[in-house]
Every structure is written in structure tokens, then in C-alpha cells.
């Protein structure tokens, strides 16, 4: 629970929260998706990130379908399952789920051309980094540094919005530090809970004024865009996971 809570914490400032009824019915629909409608959406961004023709795009979404099919079976085999599995079991799947991962990587380089095969492997590792961000052994001078580059890059940041949005990012870091500090071991209580939740929300608006008035117009929409591709990014991981 503890471990939950505080990744909750950190990815305040990071991803959007919804804020009235409608968006939570949007929220509520995507978390319902099926595997082939995430496929279905997973397959538009490659499309529309990588250009793909179609040809390409029937190749892709084959070897998607394919992959949700084992992911599915895998699951479906661990809920029938009443033991733990043994440490030789994990090793096993561990080396199963790499085998399987330079498969997909194999077929997608066939499929693709060496630009778009570029473009998907930076992908995959900027994807890989958005969920490891709170598993890594980085400080949090570090992390704020990195998305401090990420920002300025895909924003396109003059130096004067460099050093505003740093210390912002700072700023943020030392509120987690220090909340993080002052719950130590102790489980929340439902009260605890709920108005660390609102406190989340409000220093959330507090961040999104603040960004908003750092940033010009197209900036501001497009981190906006950003933020929403990553919580949908991280709600279909999760979702894959259960």
C-alpha cells in the first residue's frame, strides 16, 4: 500500500487528473477496453508515428494480435493457478518473456524501414523510461534534469523557460521529498487518504497555472497533449498488468 501511495505521489505534476464528471466517463470507457481495441489504438499512434502504409499496418496489427493472444493466455493460465511460482518458474518466464521480445523486435524491424525502425526503437525506450522513472536509482536532481531536457526539447524551450521550468521542477521534487519524509512507515488512514488526495489535486492546478503562464499558447496545448499521452500510456500499462 505504502509503495502505491508514494508512486501516486510522485506522478502528481506528470499526468493530469480528471476533474469533473465527463472526463471520468472518458476515463471510465478506456479503462473498460478490450485487448483488440487497445491493439486498434495502439496500432493509430504507430500508424501515425511512423507513417506506416498499409501493407505495413496489416503486418503490425497481426503481430500485435498475436502478442495480446499470449499475453492473454499467460494470464489466463496464472489465474488457475493457486501457487506461487518457484524461483526456477520465474527464471524460466524471465528468459520467455526476453525470447519473446526479441521475436516481436525481429519482426517488427522486417516490417519496417531502417527510418521508421530508428524511430520505434527511440520510442520503445522513451516508453520504458516513463515506467521506470520511479524504479531507477536516479536522485531526484537527476529526474528533474532529465525531464527538464525532455521538456525543453519537446517544447522547445528558450533558456528563460529553461530556468523557470527547472525550478518549478525543483520546487515540486523537494513538496514529494518532504511529504514522502513526513508519512514514514505509517499506513494512512481513509482520512489521511483523502485529504492527501485533495491536497494532490489542488498543488496539481497550482503546477498547471504556474506551467501555463511559463509557456506561450502552442507550448501550453501541447504539453497539455503530452501529459494525456502519458496517463493513457500508463492506465493501458496498467490495465495489460492485471
Known sequence: MKKLFIAALLFVGIVSFAQD??????????????????????????TSDLSLDKKQQEQ?????????????????????????????????????????????????????????????????????GDHKGHGDHKTPQERDQAHLQKLTTDLNLSAAQQKQVGELLSDRSTKMAMLKKSRGDAKPTDAEKKAMKKQMEEDHKAYDVKMKSILNADQYKKWTAIQKEHKDKMKDHRKDKM
Do not use: C, G
Open 21 to 46: 464528471v465527463n472526463q471520468k466517463s472518458t476515463r471510465d470507457q478506456r479503462e473498460k477496453l478490450t485487448p483488440e481495441q487497445r491493439n486498434e489504438k495502439h496500432l493509430q499512434k504507430l
Open 60 to 128: 503490425v496489427k497481426q503481430l500485435l494480435a498475436e502478442r495480446s493472444a499470449k499475453a492473454e493466455k499467460f494470464k489466463d493460465s496464472r489465474k488457475d493457478s493457486k501457487t506461487k511460482p518457484t524461483d526456477a518458474e520465474r527464471e524460466a518466464f524471465k528468459k520467455q518473456m526476453k525470447a519473446e521480445k526479441e521475436a516481436t523486435d525481429a519482426k517488427m524491424k522486417a516490417i519496417l524501414n531502417a527510418d521508421q525502425y530508428t524511430k520505434w526503437t527511440a520510442l520503445k525506450k522513451e516508453h520504458k
